[in-house]
């Protein structure tokens, strides 16, 4: 989609101490219940195998255009679907906000539809959904704990990316990395924590840099002496165009699975996935789909 979201994130210069200032007090997270739609939907066709139904009728994320967004799911939304219910906004945070659909006769994002959306939308919003019946899972950002909780994530964040593997000849080994954004949450017994970070080339005439999409755990009875593991990890590199950025869009508790929904964003397309974490711990990619816009 040609980057169409705006991510206020905190870029660090050092991954140990990084945030020092935010000084804001860190809150517990914990699970909230409110995507749930205030009366059922419009009745649709059945949906394809790979659909989370967890997830609801239909799944919108913002578009360029203010007050505007982009349905990812279905591909062809009908009249009905689109006045049939409020959508419910979510904020990366997990913070929700319910507003009205109407269709767009005249814009469209690729082959993707476009809807409006009535009111004032909050600037922040990563994702809507309507007719979802998951538990929405709230996420405490790195920007907005403590010093010293903050600092101490971005040191476990660094160790962890370091840990990982790289093809041989990697122009970026042992370079230091800069977190570029982190969320923490807690659910099925475990803390979870997903870091987005980067290491860069600064030459003169083809800087080039690396990203890297971190999910950890560790069992939450533990939290406080056991070490994070890394589930899952993506890496990308390439120019500042060509090298995907990754951001964390929302994340919900299914009846038989946490589900989460990762943006892999270059200049001229995003990939939106959405991963399930099955029983045994691994994560995969449960559905997706490409814009090109």
Same mark, same amino acid.
């Given at each position: 989609?040609?980057? =169409? $979201?705006?991510?206020?994130?905190?870029?660090?210069?050092?991954?140990?101490?990084?945030?020092?200032?935010?000084?804001?007090?860190?809150?517990?997270?914990?699970?909230?219940?409110?995507?749930?739609?205030?009366?059922?939907?419009?009745?649709? =066709?059945?949906?394809?195998?790979?659909?989370?139904?967890?997830?609801?009728?239909?799944?919108?994320?913002?578009?360029?255009?203010?007050?505007?967004?982009?349905?990812?799911?279905?591909?062809?939304?009908?009249?009905?679907?689109?006045?049939?219910?409020?959508?419910?906004?979510?904020?990366?945070?997990?913070?929700?906000? $319910?507003?009205?659909?109407?269709?767009?006769?005249?814009?469209?994002?690729?082959?993707?539809?476009?809807?409006?959306?009535?009111?004032? =939308?909050?600037?922040?919003?990563?994702?809507?959904?309507?007719?979802?019946?998951?538990?929405?899972? $709230?996420?405490?950002?790195?920007?907005?704990?403590?010093?010293?909780?903050?600092?101490?994530?971005?040191?476990?964040?660094?160790?962890?990316?370091?840990?990982?593997?790289?093809?041989?000849?990697?122009?970026?080994?042992?370079?230091?990395?800069?977190?570029?954004?982190?969320?923490?949450?807690?659910?099925?017994?475990?803390?979870?924590?997903?870091?987005?970070?980067?290491?860069?080339?600064?030459?003169?005439?083809?800087?080039?840099?690396?990203?890297?999409?971190?999910?950890?755990?560790?069992?939450?009875?533990?939290?406080?002496?056991? =070490?994070?593991?890394?589930?899952?990890?993506?890496?990308?590199?390439?120019?500042?165009?060509?090298?995907?950025?990754?951001?964390?869009?929302?994340?919900?508790?299914?009846?038989?699975?946490?589900?989460?929904?990762?943006?892999?964003?270059?200049?001229?397309?995003?990939?939106?996935?959405?991963?399930?974490?099955?029983?045994?711990?691994?994560?995969?990619?449960?559905?997706?789909?490409?814009?090109?816009?």
């Amino acid at each position: 989609m040609g980057r =169409p $979201r705006v991510v206020h994130l905190l870029i660090l210069s050092s991954a140990a101490g990084a945030f020092a200032g935010c000084g804001r007090r860190d809150a517990a997270p914990r699970v909230d219940s409110s995507v749930d739609s205030a009366r059922p939907v419009a009745a649709v =066709p059945k949906p394809p195998r790979d659909w989370a139904s967890d997830f609801g009728q239909m799944l919108v994320v913002p578009s360029d255009s203010d007050n505007t967004a982009v349905v990812l799911y279905p591909d062809e939304p009908s009249a009905a679907l689109i006045a049939s219910a409020p959508m419910v906004l979510i904020t990366a945070a997990g913070d929700t906000t $319910r507003v009205k659909l109407s269709a767009s006769d005249s814009q469209q994002c690729g082959d993707a539809p476009v809807v409006r959306l009535s009111g004032s =939308p909050p600037s922040e919003w990563s994702v809507g959904l309507l007719g979802s019946s998951a538990r929405l899972v $709230r996420m405490d950002s790195i920007e907005a704990m403590s010093s010293p909780d903050s600092a101490r994530l971005a040191a476990d964040l660094a160790r962890l990316a370091s840990a990982l593997s790289t093809h041989k000849n990697s122009r970026f080994s042992g370079l230091p990395f800069a977190v570029l954004g982190a969320h923490r949450f807690e659910a099925d017994g475990h803390q979870f924590l997903i870091g987005h970070l980067a290491r860069r080339l600064n030459q003169e005439a083809a800087p080039l840099e690396e990203r890297t999409l971190i999910i950890a755990e560790r069992p939450d009875a533990k939290a406080a002496t056991e =070490p994070y593991v890394v589930t899952y990890s993506l890496r990308s590199e390439g120019s500042e165009d060509t090298a995907e950025h990754f951001e964390v869009l929302a994340t919900v508790r299914g009846r038989q699975s946490l589900l989460l929904l990762v943006a892999r964003d270059q200049l001229s397309q995003t990939n939106y996935e959405l991963l399930e974490r099955s029983r045994d711990g691994v994560w995969r990619t449960r559905w997706s789909r490409k814009l090109e816009c």
